[in-house]
Nanobody, 126 residues
Framework: QVRLVESGGGLVQAGGSLRLSCAASGLTFSSTDVMGWFRQAPGKEREFVAAQIRNNPTTYYGDFVKGRFTITRDNAKNTVSLQMNSLKPEDTAVYFC??????????????????WGQGTQVTVSS
């Protein structure tokens, strides 16, 4: 059974930082082609945040990130992290970890991912 478990969410003031982590089990993490982060605010669609492809240092970010977030994949620990700096109130959302077993085009779309975590709440106060 594949499980993705996010942690690290919480309440932070605007301008602050949080580090989200996602622990994966039940899959061969080192062979999982794409690990990504998405977010969803109330009443809005799920939005692409970041992704990293296996054995590829290139990282992909949503347009709104603008250098504030960093995704890091650790195949030895079966984890993917999202360091978020300079947080803004509009970053408030539930953040989800996602896994795509085989690379495909469209990794910015939530529809291509095979597995999802339960999400972790991030709230940024003004």
């Amino acid at each position: 059974q594949v499980r993705l478990v996010e942690s690290g969410g919480g309440l932070v003031q605007a301008g602050g930082s949080l580090r989200l982590s996602c622990a994966a089990s039940g899959l061969t993490f080192s062979s999982t082609d794409v690990m990504g982060w998405f977010r969803q605010a109330p009443g809005k669609e799920r939005e692409f945040v970041a992704a990293q492809i296996r054995n590829n240092p290139t990282t992909y970010y949503g347009d709104f990130v603008k250098g504030r977030f960093t995704i890091t994949r650790d195949n030895a620990k079966n984890t993917v992290s999202l360091q978020m700096n300079s947080l803004k109130p509009e970053d408030t959302a539930v953040y989800f970890c996602a896994a795509r077993l085989r690379f495909s085009l469209g990794i910015r779309s939530p529809n291509v991912y095979n597995y999802w975590g339960q999400g972790t709440q991030v709230t940024v106060s003004s």
